[in-house]
């Protein structure tokens, strides 16, 4: 066969370029970002770009029945899967604002989300015209970003970067506000692939060797090492580099609410939760470490609680972050790396000797036999632990769990039991009633073959208990279980217990009948008050295909313990009578 010869060299071929509306611009830029599921809802202001959504059949749209729930799925898509972002539509005025919740929660933990709302045509933008506000006002505060687009020409370039400043760094939401005119208007749209390159948002350099030298020695040195992991880790997918560190120097580990599934909780160093909520002896152990190792975490208040009463025997603190706003903003380190986890263990892993298995390791031992995290039967009335061991013996070390706020969410993260890595996801900094059940909608439309359980309060679900509409709709397969104490019961514990006992404005005996609820929207449901029927429940549910609203009756006193009553330090913990 004869070989075609080899012609001139030719310049490649000239970037396609084709004359977009605004609107079609917005949908080709998604699908070049690789977006595939947008969650939405129309309005005056979005018009053309729902006008033109049918034309891109690739994309799936999910009608939610409320923006702040399409907020909360597309956090839900994008935090249950590495590397996703997630893609919420909504109007102008109302609409926008109606994100404002959901874009916090995902700014608090970090998630990247793309908001695309409408805007008042560009020439009626300061008129207070119908439905105009100040969406980028409005948002600045709670996104990483916020960009009001003003040139048609300018809508492909700013979504590129839109979409790598919230994912770059320490992910986060990102708003991106077009006025309706210029979803209309019309220019040459040529793809945008060059690689963004913002000097605020410069990627964190390597992270320093004379810094991991020094780490690797406290690490050889320590007598009492404590390691304390967040939502950084998991972020970065450090999980099994913690295991490793923790592995080689006998490191005992625990984690903070959102670091929660980033550690085997089976696993013999580990430790649990931290802090406000957090396990005796995970706290007593913080407390008598000379050396704490801080990873993606950013030691809130509901860490330390009184900053005072935090580490007070600690020698040397090192504290790895990607972001520098949270070097030393509560605890101040001795040591600290700006960098991402996985990118700093890497680094580090080579430098740490193994160690051998010291003595520590034994007291902490006894700590855990002090005190257990444990619970109290009463009166042979349901409790909560009691639905969430059943559950968590069905997710087989794999299952998404989100938790919603309040008492559910806090059981939820201390029975958590995995015997390796897995995903809890919850609103830990915003702590967002209402979050957990449109997330998991996302959570579910992200890792389709996955089994989803939501856990939520009867407050917190019926929030968001609209979007009982669109998992319907859209045959969502999400396991839905509400532990219903009638009460607010978080807030209710808190009267109870700090309060004086002055039960104000937290009695939600008057609640709806969820059974009747869940199947008026079409959703299968049960309701049930007996240990005995809660396996039962849970292997219907999950032999059934499409969404399930499980209602447990659980004891209406039931709290969470250990607790650091308010204002008090550390090793105040309150435990389980
Ligand atoms: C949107 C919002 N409003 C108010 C609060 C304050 N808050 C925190 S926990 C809680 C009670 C939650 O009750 P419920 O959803 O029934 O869950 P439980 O604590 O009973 O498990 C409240 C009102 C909040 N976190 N979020």
């Known amino acids: 066969m004869i070989q075609p010869r080899p012609g001139p060299e030719l310049p490649g071929p000239e970037p396609e370029q084709r004359v977009l509306t605004g609107a079609e611009i917005v949908f080709e830029c998604l699908l070049a970002e690789g977006v595939s599921t947008i969650f939405g809802y129309p309005g005056g202001a979005n018009l053309p770009l729902y006008q033109h959504l049918p034309a891109y059949p690739q994309l799936h749209h999910v009608l939610v029945r409320h923006e702040q729930g399409g907020a909360h799925a597309a956090d839900g898509y994008a935090r249950s899967r590495r590397g996703a972002v997630g893609v919420v539509f909504a109007t102008s005025g109302p609409g926008a604002l109606n994100l404002v919740t959901g874009l916090a929660t995902a700014y608090a933990d970090s998630v990247p989300v793309i908001a695309i709302t409408g805007q008042v045509a560009i020439t009626a933008v300061g008129t207070d015209a119908f439905q105009e506000s100040d969406v980028i006002g409005s948002t600045m505060s709670v996104t990483k970003h916020s960009y009001l687009i003003t040139r048609v020409e300018d809508i492909a370039a700013t979504i590129h970067e839109a979409f790598h400043v919230a994912r770059s760094g320490r992910p986060g939401p990102v708003l991106i506000d077009i006025p309706k005119d210029l979803q209309q208007a019309s220019t040459e749209y040529t793809p945008v692939t060059e690689p963004v390159r913002l000097r605020s948002f410069q990627q964190a350099a390597h992270p320093d060797g004379k810094k991991l030298r020094r780490i690797a020695q406290l690490i050889a040195e320590a007598k009492r090492p404590v390691m304390l992991i967040g939502r950084g880790v998991v972020i970065s997918g450090a999980e099994e580099r913690v295991m490793e560190l923790a592995h080689r120097a006998h490191i005992p580990t625990g984690w ?79 040591v600290s790396l700006v960098a991402d986890a996985a990118t700093a263990l890497d680094a580090l892993l080579p430098l740490v000797e193994p160690k051998r298995e010291h003595e520590w390791l034994t007291t902490i031992d006894q700590w855990k036999e002090e005190h257990p995290i444990r619970f109290v039967r009463r009166n042979g009335l349901l409790q909560p632990q009691e639905v969430l061991t059943e559950m968590y013996a069905r997710c087989h070390d794999e299952a998404i769990v989100l938790a919603d706020v309040g008492l559910n969410q806090i059981w939820a993260a201390l029975w958590f039991d995995y015997g390796r890595p897995g995903r809890f996801l919850n609103s830990g900094g915003t702590g967002t009633m209402g979050y957990a059940f449109p997330a998991s909608m996302g959570a579910k439309l992200s890792n389709p073959d996955t089994t989803v359980f939501c856990v939520s309060g009867e407050g917190g679900f019926v929030m968001n208990m609209q979007e009982m509409a669109t998992m319907v709709e859209q045959n969502i397969d999400v396991n839905v279980l509400i532990l219903n104490n009638a009460s607010l019961g978080m807030v209710r514990q808190f009267q109870d217990d700090f309060y004086g006992g002055v039960r104000s404005a937290v009695d939600l005996s008057f609640t709806p009948d969820f059974v009747k609820l869940g199947e008026a929207f079409g959703m299968k449901a049960m309701t049930t008050d007996s240990a005995a029927d809660v396996g039962p429940m849970l292997d219907e549910a999950l032999a059934h295909e499409g969404p399930v609203l499980m209602n447990f009756d659980i004891d209406r006193d039931a709290n969470v313990y250990p607790i650091v009553p308010l204002g008090k330090g550390m090793l105040d913990f309150v435990e389980a009578s």
């Open 256 to 334: 903070t609410l959102l670091g929660t599934g980033a550690f085997p909780v089976r696993d013999p160093l580990a430790l649990q939760m931290v802090g406000f909520m957090g396990a005796g002896f995970t706290n007593r152990a913080v407390c008598d470490a000379d050396l704490l190792i801080l990873i993606g975490m950013r030691c809130d208040d509901r860490v330390t609680t009184r900053l005072d009463s935090f580490a007070p025997r600690v020698e040397h603190i090192v504290h790895i972050d990607i972001d520098p706003a949270e070097i030393g903003k509560n605890v101040v380190p001795h």
